[in-house]
T-cell receptor
Framework: GEDVEQSLFLSVREGDSSVINCTYT??????LYWYKQEPGAGLQLLTY?????DMKQDQRLTVLLNKKDKHLSLRIADTQTGDSAIYFC????????FGAGTTVTVRA | EPEVTQTPSHQVTQMGQEVILRCVPI?????FYWYRQILGQKVEFLVS????????KSEIFDDQFSVERPDGSNFTLKIRSTKLEDSAMYFC??????????FGEGSRLTVL
């Protein structure tokens, strides 16, 4: 079965970089995703990476994938207060399996 | 930009009542999904639907649940006799292929 693990909380100062880590178990996943959920809102796809890539950069977001260790990370550069949210890592074998989410709190 | 829309945004119901949650997926998408998120917990897969039939379902998706695509645009989730533990946010999603899923804003179900 699939199992996606994330740390539950991250506190970061505004302007610093945030790094959210995730480990997964299903080595057959084709895509790995990062979703953002703001309070009371739905799931917003932030970015995703194909399993044959090591890194993907999209503006302030950098995704790193270590397939050997089944480790995925999301780096947010220059973290802003609007980045405060829950971030979910997910893997797919056509249905998504989500981690429990990392609550990121940005402090001034 | 096309989006997945869900109604109602919030529904309050009595235990034992039937509930139908509605979703309009993105128009050229072929795969449809329901997920749920109990307050404070992770997002859980319920069911996927393709070519007018269920392609996969989780152990949560028991006989009390059913899905239907009654016309070319709607995708519904029915809970036959709601229980207190069905209280959750229910998310609909759709995808063109088995890649990127687009989620709706969710329907919050409160069972009293």
């Amino acid at each position: 079965g699939e199992d996606v693990e994330q740390s539950l909380f991250l506190s970061v100062r505004e302007g610093d970089s945030s790094v959210i880590n995730c480990t997964y178990t299903d080595s057959s996943s084709t895509y790995l995703y990062w979703y953002k959920q703001e309070p009371g809102a739905g799931l917003q796809l932030l970015t995703y990476i194909f399993s044959n890539m090591d890194m993907k950069q999209d503006q302030r977001l950098t995704v790193l994938l270590n397939k050997k260790d089944k480790h995925l990370s999301l780096r947010i550069a220059d973290t802003q207060t609007g980045d405060s949210a829950i971030y979910f890592c997910a893997e797919n074998d056509y249905k998504l399996s989500f981690g429990a989410g990392t609550t990121v709190t940005v402090r001034a | 930009e096309p989006e997945v829309t869900q109604t109602p945004s919030h529904q309050v119901t009595q235990m034992g009542q039937e509930v139908i949650l509605r979703c309009v997926p993105i128009s050229n998408h072929l795969y449809f999904y329901w997920y749920r998120q109990i307050l404070g917990q992770k997002v859980e897969f319920l069911v996927s639907f393709y070519n007018n039939e269920i392609s996969e379902k989780s152990e949560i998706f028991d006989d009390q649940f059913s899905v239907e695509r009654p016309d070319g645009s709607n995708f519904t989730l029915k809970i036959r006799s709601t229980k207190l533990e069905d209280s959750a946010m229910y998310f609909c999603a759709s995808s063109k292929d088995r890649g990127e899923l687009f989620f709706g804003e969710g329907s919050r179900l409160t069972v009293l």
